[in-house]
């Protein structure tokens, strides 16, 4: 039997720069990975079976994390198989990346258990087949992504504690992308590519022009989604209304979570504890280091 974590990330900025011919969106954006995760059991299987057992938010066959055991499985022509274990503490469709983290671990545990010996780079290719932020929870650190999200460089971030609010709304990343407002602000703006350095860790500049000695160049940055959400959501609205009281109040990814950053964990707590009635609410850390960085 082996444990593991699969943490939560937040998008600290998200801007959408362009839409492909294949149907999807160019993104900046930059991302972090938080003290909240689900936790997988993995135990190994002497036939090819690949079991769920745990919390399900849907059909077995697709949940994330029974797809990335297919796939590895398929792709690496294993004969082995396994029975996954999960218990969701991430909130379905809060723009968090639950499901995308559980498929990373998975691919993680099952390199490790079916002794494949695979390079992250192999895994990440398979990582995208499964969804754009599946690639970002290979990484050891805080990361900026380009492209759909999966052209990936490390992010410098000072240490910070977050204030996190779900509303209990779903909010269908889907519609967001095709909403008429993302269509006429995509007409409008244009962005050029993060310069070289750019926000990167240990880069020469934040932004052009700029230093960032305290790895805040991110808060210059915003949403475009989160107009978007919040005009079509009022739980939303409603949570960055009260949010904003306390900090800088943001959304993540295409919500339905916000969050806001502070300095100290009793700065976080202070949010979080004042939290209305009927929403859920933690008070976490931004990790420096992915929980299985050294894998």
């Given at each position: 039997m082996?444990?593991?974590?699969a943490?939560?990330k937040?998008n600290?900025?998200?801007?959408v720069?362009?839409r492909?011919?294949d149907?999807y ?5 930059g991302?972090?990975a938080?003290?909240?995760a ?6 190994l299987?002497d036939d090819v079976?690949?079991e ?11 949940d994330?994390a029974?797809?990335a055991?297919?796939?590895l499985?398929?792709?690496?022509r294993s004969r ?6 999960l ?5 379905t469709?809060g723009?968090?990346g639950?499901?995308?983290s559980d498929a990373a671990t ?18 990440a290719e398979?990582a ?6 599946v690639?970002?929870?290979l990484?050891?650190?805080p990361a900026l ?6 052209r ?6 000072t240490?910070?504690w977050?204030?996190l ?8 990343t889907?519609e967001i992308f095709?909403?008429r407002e993302?269509?006429a602000?995509?007409e ?6 993060f310069p070289?350095?750019s926000?990167?860790?240990g880069?020469p ?5 700029s230093?960032d000695?305290d790895?805040?160049a991110w ?8 107009p ?5 959501f009022?739980?939303v609205?409603?949570?960055?209304r009260?949010?904003?009281?306390f ?6 990814g295409?919500?339905?979570c916000?969050?806001a950053a502070f300095d100290?964990?009793a ?5 979080v ?5 009927g929403w859920?609410?933690?008070?976490v850390p931004g ?6 960085a050294?894998?």
């Open positions: 082996l444990g593991l974590p943490p939560a937040l600290l900025f998200l801007r720069i362009g492909r011919a149907g969106h160019e993104l900046q954006t991302f972090v938080i003290g909240l689900d936790s997988l059991d993995f135990e299987l079976r690949i769920r057992r745990g919390d399900l938010t849907g059909p077995p066959e697709n994330l029974v797809r055991a297919h796939l499985q398929q792709q690496s082995q198989g396994v029975k996954v274990d218990r969701k503490r991430i909130p469709g723009g968090l639950g499901g995308s998975t691919l993680l545990a099952l390199n490790r258990l079916w002794r494949l010996h695979w390079e992250r780079a192999r895994l398979l995208l087949q499964l969804g754009a932020d690639p970002f929870f990484q050891p650190g992504g380009e492209g759909v999200g999966e990936l460089r490390p992010l410098a971030l240490p910070c977050y204030a609010i779900h509303p209990h709304v779903a909010v269908s889907s095709r909403s993302l269509t602000h995509l409008a703006f244009k962005i050029k590519s070289e350095g926000l990167i860790a880069g500049s934040t932004a052009p022009g230093a000695p790895g805040c808060r210059a940055f915003g949403n475009d989604l989160e978007i959400v919040r005009h079509r009022a739980q609205d409603a949570a960055l009260y949010l904003s009281q900090g800088d109040a943001r959304m993540t295409s919500g339905a916000v969050f100290t964990e700065q976080a707590r202070q949010a504890d004042a939290t209305p009635a859920s609410a933690w008070a990790l420096s280091e992915h929980p299985l050294p894998w």
